[in-house]
T-cell receptor, first 114, second 109 residues
Framework: DSGVTQTPKHLITATGQRVTLRCSPR?????VYWYQQSLDQGLQFLIH???????AKGNILERFSAQQFPDLHSELNLSSLELGDSALYFC?????????????FGNGTRLTVT | TQLLEQSPQFLSIQEGENLTVYCNSS?????LQWYRQEPGEGPVLLVT???GGEVKKLKRLTFQFGDARKDSSLHITAAQPGDTGLYLC?????????WGAGTKLIIKP
């Protein structure tokens, strides 16, 4: 158990809809990262928050947004969903922002857009 | 660009065999992390290597960081079905991680 909790585990929705994915980081971790993983592909970095502030953006679409709340949990909002948004979405947390801080991943939310 | 290339992309071998997978970059990096991802789960950190030429062992897994700090390898001795998974390497870059596409490993009983 990594200590990172993601909900829901599975989400099935229709094109054009909006969904919210939730992540609770490991106790004590201030950084939260969001990643997208399509079938049989590697991890695509979306966005990084540290202690409530956005620190870095990766290949995140304008239809996607995220935030980290004062209690350090984070939400990833996906809107105007398209078929191609179907993927596994992972949240990871780490203690700091240093690049050699190990990441602890949740078990992901599997999003299916129909 | 600071891409990480992992090879092979896919490997399927019999239980008991040895194997090596690679992670290469065109530029020097200060540290590299190896993760294993099992089906339906998130990646789990196996090891971090930070010193050129460094070798770390984790039971039957041996990780090596190249002397020039541009490459790393993972060698598995006497592979077991429990080693099946996606092996990912990630390097540091401006306080973020750049990820390779992974090696999908299947160990057949």
């Amino acid at each position: 158990d990594s200590g990172v909790t993601q909900t829901p585990k599975h989400l099935i929705t229709a094109t054009g809809q909006r969904v919210t994915l939730r992540c609770s980081p490991r106790s004590g971790d201030l950084s939260v990262y969001w990643y997208q993983q399509s079938l049989d592909q590697g991890l695509q970095f979306l966005i990084h928050y540290y202690n409530g502030e956005e620190r870095a953006k990766g290949n995140i679409l304008e239809r996607f947004s995220a935030q980290q709340f004062p209690d350090l949990h984070s939400e990833l909002n996906l809107s105007s969903l398209e078929l191609g948004d179907s993927a596994l979405y992972f949240c990871a947390s780490s203690v700091g922002v240093a690049n050699n801080s190990p990441l602890h991943f949740g078990n992901g939310t599997r999003l299916t857009v129909t | 660009t600071q891409l990480l290339e992992q090879s092979p992309q896919f490997l399927s071998i019999q239980e008991g065999e040895n194997l090596t997978v690679y992670c290469n970059s065109s530029s020097v990096f200060s540290s590299l992390q190896w993760y294993r991802q099992e089906p339906g789960e998130g990646p789990v950190l196996l090891v971090t290597v930070v010193t050129g030429g460094e070798v770390k062992k984790l039971k039957r897994l041996t990780f090596q960081f190249g002397d020039a700090r541009k490459d790393s390898s993972l060698h598995i001795t006497a592979a077991q079905p429990g080693d099946t998974g996606l092996y990912l390497c990630a390097r540091d870059s401006n306080y973020q991680l750049i990820w390779g596409a992974g090696t999908k490993l299947i160990i057949k009983p």
